[in-house]
């Protein structure tokens, strides 16, 4: 999945941008870059925002910290007490924490990661890494790990959010539903957009050269802004219902759990990013757990 690099265009005249979008919907990279380039990896449901947009990756130009966001209907918010390695976003002067998509230019509520390799050409030369996001009933969460840090459970397929330590952003249960009143129906978005709202406003203050405009003109400025998908799995979330055994009484009990996470594991050649991504549901392996 690739910009036109071939193509000049006339003063003042739009690039087209690229997407593609799962069929399929889902209930409950790395990214391209250069100046004028806005790309993102995200999921959105449908009549945005009142079925919720994640968005696990997205920056612009040549940034390079990652930034994670949540758009939503009214009234979900994130919790500033909740544990992340990340800063809570403040352009504009104000902290992001209302995720109601339609006040404040649609900004959101949003996490900017610590580290300055998360996004663009520094996370290019450093050799890639794997994003993670975690969608259950506790709420919405996204890791990032650089190549000489990704976690071995990822590496031998079989991934598990409990032994990663603190997520880079967490949208908590606490103050915004995940499951049910927020988020619904979620379609898997690649997109690379040009200018634009983000890419476009702050392009004056990028230290790109010219304007957008004239960058959108000359199509070998866009080089970089490509992604190459490998595959993708994607596994629905499924309820698991067992009987649990007390090993002291020796009586069963009722329990239940699930939770799916997205991971894209994520490599980089000198002009793209390779990458894959999977959707899994971990299922419950303790010994002493009996299937129903």
Known sequence: MSADSQTWLPNGSYRDSVRIESYARYDGGIAPWGCGVWPAWWTVGPDWPYNG??????????????????????????????????????????????????INSNAGCGVTEWSRASYGPLFDEQGGGVFAMKWDENGIAVWSFFRAAVPEDIGQGTPNPGNWGLPSAILASSQCNPLSRYFNQHSIVF??????????????????????????????????????????????KVPLYASLRNSAAGLPSAHTGYYLVAVALLSSGNLYFRFRATLFERPITDNRIELL
Not at 72 to 83: G, Q, R, V, Y
Not at 192 to 221: H, K, V
Request: proline share 4%; charged share 20%.
């Open 53 to 102: 947009e994640i968005d696990i990756i997205e920056g612009v130009h040549d940034n390079q910290h990652n930034q994670v966001a949540f758009h939503t209907a009214p009234d979900c918010k994130m919790d500033p007490s909740a544990n992340y390695t990340g800063t809570i976003s403040d352009a504009g002067g104000y902290q992001h924490t209302d995720c109601n998509g339609l």
């Open 191 to 236: 997109d690379i957009t040009f200018c634009g709202d983000w890419a476009g406003n702050s392009y004056a203050t990028s230290g790109c050269p010219g304007t957008c405009d004239e960058r959108l003109m000359d199509p070998t400025n866009f080089v970089n802004a490509t992604w190459s998908i490998n595959y993708m799995r994607v596994y629905e």
